[in-house]
Nanobody
Framework: QVQLVESGGGLVQTGGSLRLSCAVSGRIFSAYALSWYRQAPGKQREWVATIDSRGSTNYVDSVKGRFTISRDNAKNTVPLQMNSLKPEDTAVYYC?????????WGQGTQVTVSS
C-alpha cells in the first residue's frame, strides 16, 4: 500500500519562499514519477510539476523559474521549493503518484500567500 503525506505549508508574504515535502511510504518510490498539484478555492485541481524516476522535471508555465521539484530516493521524499511566491499561488498543494493504474493522493497542505 502506498501512502503520501505532505508537509511544509503555511502563510507567507508575497515574494517569500516555502519548502513543501511529500513523504512516500512503500518500496516503490525510486521507480515512479511523482507530481505536485494544487487546488485554489473555487477552482479545479491544477498540475504543478512532475519529476520522473530519472530526475527529469516538468513544470506548468506559471511556476517555471520559481518552483523546483526534486527527489531524495534515500529518504523517499519529494520536496517542492517555492520561491518568489505570489497571491495566485494560494492553494492546497497535493502530491500524487500513479500506482497500479490508480492515481493516489496525499491529504494536502495549505499554502497562503498574502499580498
Amino acid at each position: 500500500q502506498v501512502q503520501l503525506v505532505e508537509s511544509g505549508g503555511g502563510l507567507v508574504q508575497t515574494g517569500g519562499s516555502l519548502r513543501l515535502s511529500c513523504a512516500v511510504s512503500g518500496r516503490i518510490f525510486s521507480a515512479y514519477a511523482l507530481s505536485w498539484y494544487r487546488q485554489a478555492p473555487g477552482k479545479q485541481r491544477e498540475w504543478v510539476a512532475t519529476i520522473d524516476s530519472r530526475g527529469s522535471t516538468n513544470y506548468v508555465d506559471s511556476v517555471k523559474g520559481r518552483f523546483t521539484i526534486s527527489r531524495d530516493n534515500a529518504k523517499n521524499t519529494v520536496p517542492l521549493q517555492m520561491n518568489s511566491l505570489k497571491p495566485e499561488d494560494t492553494a492546497v498543494y497535493y502530491c500524487s503518484i500513479v500506482y497500479a493504474t490508480m492515481r493516489i493522493w496525499g491529504q494536502g497542505t495549505q499554502v497562503t500567500v498574502s499580498s
